[in-house]
C-alpha cells in the first residue's frame, strides 16, 4: 500500500519444520504451490523454496491477527510468480487483497524472508 512500512517476515528451518509438521504440507501449500514444489529436482532447492513460501505467508497472516481479526489457512494463500518472476499472491475468498500488496521473498540455508 502506498505510504505503508514494509514489514519483514524471517522464518528458520526450525520454524518451516514446525509449521510444516503442525500443518502437513497440503495444509501449507496451495495446489499450485504444491505442483511447484514438487517440479524442484532436489530436496535442497525444495526446502529452500518451502521456506520462502512460509515467510510470506506468515507475513500476510500475521496483519489480521494483529488487528485481532481471523488470518487465513496457510494453504488458502497462493504465492506465485508473474510472467517477469515477481511473486504474487492471492488469497482464496479475498481476491482484491493480492493486488494492494507487495511481496519480496529471499531464502537461503533453509532460512526464509518477506
Not at 8 to 21: D, K, N, Q, S, Y
Not at 50 to 64: C, D, H
Request: positive net charge; hydrophobic residues 40%; glycine residues 10%.
Amino acid at each position: 500500500m502506498p505510504g505503508a512500512l514494509p514489514r519483514v517476515h524471517l522464518v528458520t528451518p526450525a520454524i518451516v519444520e514446525r509449521t510444516v509438521a503442525r500443518c502437513r504440507l497440503r495444509g501449507v501449500l496451495s495446489d499450485r504451490e504444491h505442483a511447484a514444489f514438487d517440479a524442484f529436482p532436489t530436496e535442497k532447492r525444495r526446502v529452500e523454496w518451502l521456506s520462502g513460501r512460509v515467510a510470506a505467508e506468515g507475513a500476510v497472516r500475521r496483519a489480521p491477527r494483529e488487528r485481532g481479526e481471523r488470518a487465513p489457512r496457510y494453504c488458502a494463500i497462493d504465492v506465485w510468480n508473474d510472467t517477469n518472476g515477481a511473486p504474487r499472491l492471492t488469497i482464496e475468498g479475498q481476491p482484491s487483497v493480492g493486488g494492494r500488496l507487495s511481496l519480496s521473498l529471499s531464502h537461503t540455508q533453509g532460512a526464509g524472508l518477506a
